[in-house]
Nanobody, 124 residues
Framework: QVQLVESGGGLVQPGGSLRLSCAAS????????MSWYRQAPGKERELVAAITSAGGSTNYADSVKGRFTISRDNAKNTVYLQMNSLKPEDTAVYYC?????????????????WGQGTQVTVSS
């Protein structure tokens, strides 16, 4: 059974830090790109950060660039999101995502696995 379990969310003051973790099981973790998304009430789910399967490349939303760092430990089947200098606008439910593309007869099919989400609230 594929499972992604996020942890590390909570309440933090502006300027503070949190480290989110996502523990994966049920699939070959090292073969998947991993991402963090977030969704605030009334807003679309947005990509926050992504990392390639071997951890060699990362990508960040402009709003978090320089403040957030995504990393992964393939030996532990875990992806992390280090969040520094947090702002109230970072408040959202943060979701862990694993994705892969399977090509069948030259047609790409994208599959996503999602965690349950963890709440991050930035408030004074």
């Amino acid at each position: 059974q594929v499972q992604l379990v996020e942890s590390g969310g909570g309440l933090v003051q502006p300027g503070g830090s949190l480290r989110l973790s996502c523990a994966a099981s049920g699939f070959t973790f090292s073969s998947y790109a991993m991402s963090w998304y977030r969704q605030a009430p009334g807003k679309e789910r947005e990509l926050v950060a992504a990392i390639t399967s071997a951890g060699g490349s990362t990508n960040y939303a402009d709003s978090v660039k320089g403040r957030f760092t995504i990393s992964r430990d393939n030996a532990k089947n875990t992806v992390y999101l280090q969040m520094n200098s947090l702002k109230p606008e970072d408040t959202a439910v943060y979701y862990c995502n694993a994705d892969t593309t399977i090509v069948v007869d030259k047609v790409p099919y994208e599959y996503d696995y999602w965690g349950q989400g963890t709440q991050v609230t930035v408030s004074s």
